[in-house]
């Protein structure tokens, strides 16, 4: 069992900046996949970025190509989405993921989700 908890969510101006972390507990998250998703409200939950076991590959959405980044510190069991010239459509929950394997678009084959932390960007 894990349990992943997501912290840094806050209220920003457009262009700013936000750095989440996702924190897991229960056991180590070292050997596995993490993704970071988001759900706007009205919309479906999506993809944002993902990262393999060692963090050597990244994988980023279109829209925040360029723009964020996520990263891994093994040690902490923690991964972090530093987000960056944040846009009002940036707005929404993020939540993020853990899978064995490699990462991955999709949202099903993900195996434990955090409670999600709230990005507000105000135009």
């Known amino acids: 069992q894990v349990q992943l908890v997501e912290s840094g969510g806050g209220l920003v101006q457009a262009g700013g900046s936000l750095r989440l972390s996702c924190a897991a507990s229960?056991?180590?998250?070292?050997?596995?996949?993490m993704g970071w998703f988001r759900q706007a409200p009205g919309k479906e939950r999506e993809f944002v970025a993902g990262?393999?076991?060692?963090?050597?590959?990244?994988y980023y959405a279109d829209s925040v190509k360029g723009r964020f980044t996520i990263s891994r510190h093994s040690a902490k069991n923690t991964v972090y989405l530093q987000m960056n010239s944040l846009k009002p459509e940036d707005t929404a929950v993020y939540y993020c993921?853990?899978?064995?394997?490699?990462?991955?678009?999709?949202?099903?084959?993900?195996?434990?989700w955090g409670q999600g932390t709230q990005v507000t960007v105000s135009s």
């Open positions: 993921a853990t899978r064995d394997g490699a990462p991955s678009q999709a949202m099903g084959v993900y195996d434990y």
């Open positions: 229960g056991r180590t998250i070292r050997n596995s996949a």
């Open positions: 990262v393999n076991w060692s963090g050597s590959s990244t």
